[in-house]
Nanobody
Framework: QLQLVESGGGLVQPGGSLTLSCAAS????????IGWFRQAPGKEREGVSC????????YYANSVEGRFTISRDNAKNMVYLQMNSLKPEDTAVYYC?????????????????GGQGTQVTVSS
């Protein structure tokens, strides 16, 4: 069973940092492209970042470019999203996904995605 589980969210003040983690089980992550997307109440789902397999090319949404960093540790079957200089508009539930292809910051042909997500709240 292909499964992804996100963790690392929380409440942080504007300007703060968080690192989200995504643990994969039941499959080998290194054969997939990986991505993070977020869903805020009343807003459309937004692709945040995408990282290709192999050459590890990265893509970011304009809204997070320069502040977020996506990475993967294939040995640990883990995906990470380092988030710096957080803003209130970054508040959302964040999900990771494994798929085949990055269209900019949006991952597509999703094979597996996290079910619960992890809540990030940026507020003073």
């Amino acid at each position: 069973q292909l499964q992804l589980v996100e963790s690392g969210g929380g409440l942080v003040q504007p300007g703060g940092s968080l690192t989200l983690s995504c643990a994969a089980s039941g499959f080998t992550l290194n054969i997939y492209d990986i991505g993070w997307f977020r869903q805020a109440p009343g807003k459309e789902r937004e692709g945040v970042s995408c990282l290709t397999r192999g050459i590890r090319r990265t893509y970011y949404a304009n809204s997070v470019e320069g502040r977020f960093t996506i990475s993967r540790d294939n040995a640990k079957n883990m995906v990470y999203l380092q988030m710096n200089s957080l803003k209130p508009e970054d508040t959302a539930v964040y999900y990771c996904a494994a798929g085949r292809g990055c269209s900019g910051a949006v991952i597509y042909n999703i094979m597996s995605r996290g079910g619960q997500g992890t809540q990030v709240t940026v507020s003073s």
